[in-house]
């Protein structure tokens, strides 16, 4: 059955006011731009995933619109009106409207966890794209030195799209892998053998893990950029508390084991 133009808006206005508040909760804040988010194109590539490119190149447009509003302060650094209108262009309008596409995987992986995980993987690719010539074109002999500008943008932007990425994508395949959103109605995805009294191990076992993963990607990647010239320094690997990380992630591996071993005691209990 063919969605009605009311649900796909309604629908369209919350994924994209979710993702909007997501856009505000960072883990890393970059010196000169960028920022990692708690997964927050995620509710885009939902849609995209849902409805496909029309009504997802319309949400992308209109969630790219308030991410303008809300770094309405980037063109304050503009040097011309031609500058102005670039940055609004590639580090705006295109870098986040292309998430538009990221549904295009629902017709070739018939996995929905790999078909999200994926998507959020190409739009990842596509705005990084987009930052970098930014970087190269309009922020040259700004807040990226003139001299081998594409090399220093293709560094400076990976500092924070790569943790990007990583958690996106996590989280896609997380989400994707507990709730079903091919049908009119998303419903949680259980098979026969789950339904026990503890279903929700296998759920809280995976949020624990992205959790883990989340924390040690902030934890790790901000310290690899210089708070002052916003550069990458892999030296700086140094000064990461890796007893916190290495803590954080056995304890968090350690719960999720135990809660699926727990589950599937119970299935094999009810089998029995």
Same mark, same amino acid.
């Given at each position: 059955?063919?969605?009605? !133009? #009311?649900?796909?808006?309604?629908e369209s206005a ?13 883990? %890393? ?19 995209? =995933?849902? =409805? ?12 790219a619109a308030l ?9 304050? =650094?503009? #040097? ?13 309008? &295109? ?11 629902? !017709?070739? &992986? !018939?996995?929905? %966890? ?20 930014? +970087? ?15 090399? =220093? ?5 990976? #500092? ?20 079903? @959103? ?16 503890? @279903? ?5 076992? +995976?949020?624990?893990?992205?959790? %883990? ?9 901000? !310290? ?41 005691? %119970? ?6």
């Amino acid at each position: 059955m063919k969605p009605t !133009k #009311t649900k796909l808006l309604t629908e369209s206005a919350i994924m994209i006011a979710l993702s909007t508040v997501l856009s505000v909760l960072k883990l %890393a804040d970059m010196p000169y731009g960028g920022s990692v988010t708690i997964a927050s194109a995620l509710p885009m590539v939902i849609i995209a =995933y849902r =409805y496909g490119l029309k009504t997802g190149l319309f949400a992308g447009a209109v969630h790219a619109a308030l991410q303008l509003v809300l770094g309405l302060s980037a063109l304050s =650094y503009a #040097t011309s009106w031609q500058s102005a209108v670039a940055i609004v262009m590639l580090d705006y309008i &295109l870098a986040f409207t292309f998430v538009g596409i990221s549904g295009v995987f629902r !017709k070739v &992986l !018939k996995n929905q %966890a790999a078909a999200l995980t994926a998507g959020a993987l190409l739009f990842s690719v596509i705005r990084y794209a987009f930052h970098v010539i930014a +970087g190269a074109t309009v922020w040259a002999g700004i807040s990226i030195p003139t001299a081998a500008a594409l090399a =220093y943008s293709f560094i400076y932007n990976a #500092t924070y799209m790569i943790p990007e990425t990583i958690v996106l994508a996590v989280a896609a395949l997380y989400v994707g892998s507990l709730v079903d @959103f091919r049908p009119a109605a998303p419903k949680r995805m259980v098979s026969e053998k789950e339904e026990n009294d503890i @279903f929700w191990a296998k759920p809280a076992a +995976g949020l624990l893990v992205c959790g %883990a993963v989340i924390f040690d990607v902030a934890e790790i990647f901000e !310290k690899l950029q210089n708070k002052e010239t916003g550069e990458f320094t892999i030296t700086a690997i140094s000064s990461v508390n890796w007893m916190e990380v290495i803590t954080v992630t056995a304890v968090a591996f350690v719960i999720a084991a135990v809660l699926l071993i727990i589950q599937k005691s %119970a299935q094999k209990t009810k089998e029995s």
